[in-house]
């Protein structure tokens, strides 16, 4: 018998969203999977969307009271049917040969929980593949998510593009924190059980994240406090190169006293901190500009990379001052 998936999207008011990741699931190659919608709380819901695919997917929708994205894929978790669970984010698409591409690694490598890389579609307008490439590039923090080993370790899957056996699930009890790192976490949590991780380079998303520098701005943020807030957890995960987006932020913002020093003591230390800081983001530009073949998505490309950062890094420092303040 082949493997079945059970595939897990929980949804917060995003109805054109479920729409287009659905439409994505009809065309996959591997066809021996189930989907399973969570409304988790939402005031637009999607009931009408999700059931309109009924005659093209084996679909199930479910209703209930908001709890957030962890919780929401426990719900799932427990009325699955599947072998295997495949989480998704409802702002995906998913390519034909996602799932066949996962079961050859699975029967291949054998494990119990993996992830998989997220990509820009040819169909992304040129903002949403300029935040694509800061998310992905290694000249950002975007290049380690893309590891088969993560800093050391085994590859932490993140939620966007995530499965794991049934078994998985059962002997950890799925996620136990709801938002603010909770995918990190149950990865880690998972491997240290003593389950099998690993990449599937193939097994890729289109992710759309955000439409606007301001949305993303806010993400990353988010995404900032979420890895202090991991260290409650596990304080071994928080390395140094977690520190770099904030660090490139308080280099941003010693750029006026560096100019200030260099005025009173004529040491040159603003015209160097100026070009590394132009090497830097020549570096970016060039590296966008060539995998983009646009130079309009250069030019963004540096612009998310620099929102990417700052806004990682001031979430980063934010959460970092409220741990230390709070105990």
Same mark, same amino acid.
């Given at each position: 018998?082949?493997?079945?998936y059970?595939?897990?999207?929980?949804?917060?008011?995003?109805?054109d969203e479920i729409?287009?990741?659905?439409d994505?699931?009809?065309?996959? !190659?591997y !066809?021996?999977?189930?989907?399973?919608?969570?409304?988790?709380?939402?005031?637009?819901?999607?009931?009408?969307?999700v059931?309109s695919?009924?005659?093209r997917?084996?679909? /199930?929708?479910?209703?209930?009271e %908001?709890?957030?994205?962890?919780?929401?894929?426990?719900?799932?978790?427990?009325?699955?049917?599947?072998?295997? +669970?495949?989480?998704?984010?409802?702002?995906?698409?998913i390519?034909?040969?996602?799932l066949q591409a996962?079961? !050859?690694?699975? %029967?291949?490598?054998?494990?119990?929980l993996?992830?998989?890389p997220?990509?820009?579609?040819?169909?992304? %307008?040129?903002?949403q /593949?300029?935040?694509?490439?800061?998310m992905?590039?290694? +000249? =950002?923090?975007?290049?380690?998510?893309?590891k088969? /080993? !993560?800093?050391?370790?085994?590859?932490?899957?993140?939620?966007?593009?995530?499965?794991?056996?049934?078994?998985?699930?059962?002997?950890?009890?799925?996620?136990?924190?709801t938002?603010?790192?909770?995918?990190?976490?149950?990865?880690?949590r998972?491997?240290?059980? &003593?389950?099998? =991780? &690993?990449l599937?380079?193939?097994?890729?998303?289109?992710?759309k994240?955000? =439409?606007?520098?301001g949305?993303?701005?806010?993400?990353?943020?988010?995404?900032?406090?979420?890895?202090?807030?991991?260290s409650?957890?596990?304080?071994?995960?928080? /390395?140094?190169?977690?520190?770099f987006?904030?660090?490139?932020?308080?280099?941003?913002?010693?750029?006026?006293?560096w100019?200030?020093?260099?005025?009173?003591t004529?040491?040159?230390?603003?015209?160097l901190s100026?070009?590394?800081?132009?090497l830097?983001?020549?570096?970016?530009?060039?590296?966008a500009?060539?995998?983009?073949?646009s130079l309009k998505?250069?030019?963004?490309?540096?612009?998310?990379?620099?929102?990417?950062?700052?806004g990682?890094?001031?979430? +980063?420092?934010?959460?970092?001052?409220?741990k230390l303040?709070?105990?």
């Open positions: 018998m082949p493997r079945k059970s595939i897990i999207i929980p949804l917060y008011n995003r109805p729409r287009e990741l659905l994505s699931l009809t065309r996959q !190659t !066809t021996h999977f189930e989907v399973l919608v969570i409304e988790d709380g939402s005031v637009n819901d999607a009931q009408a969307i059931e695919f009924a005659n997917l084996d679909v /199930k929708y479910f209703r209930k %908001n709890s957030g994205q962890g919780f929401t894929r426990n719900f799932g978790f427990e009325r699955a049917s599947g072998d295997y +669970f495949v989480i998704f984010d409802s702002d995906c698409l390519p034909p040969h996602y996962v079961e !050859t690694d699975l %029967n291949r490598y054998g494990y119990d993996y992830g998989g997220d990509a820009a579609s040819p169909d992304f %307008n040129d903002v /593949k300029a935040i694509s490439y800061a992905t590039s290694p +000249f =950002s923090t975007g290049g380690i998510r893309g088969k /080993k !993560t800093l050391g370790g085994q590859f932490h899957p993140r939620s966007f593009n995530m499965g794991l056996s049934r078994q998985v699930y059962e002997k950890t009890g799925g996620f136990i924190i938002r603010m790192a909770e995918d990190i976490e149950y990865s880690i998972i491997i240290r059980s &003593g389950f099998k =991780s &690993g599937i380079p193939d097994a890729y998303v289109y992710h994240r955000r =439409s606007t520098f949305q993303f701005f806010k993400q990353l943020h988010f995404f900032g406090r979420a890895r202090i807030n991991l409650r957890f596990f304080p071994d995960e928080l /390395k140094l190169v977690h520190f987006p904030a660090l490139f932020f308080l280099f941003l913002c010693s750029l006026p006293v100019l200030l020093i260099q005025s009173l004529a040491l040159p230390v603003f015209t100026s070009i590394v800081l132009a830097y983001t020549l570096i970016v530009f060039t590296d500009t060539v995998k983009n073949k998505i250069g030019i963004l490309g540096v612009a998310a990379v620099f929102t990417q950062l700052s990682y890094g001031i979430g +980063f420092i934010k959460e970092g001052w409220r303040t709070r105990g």
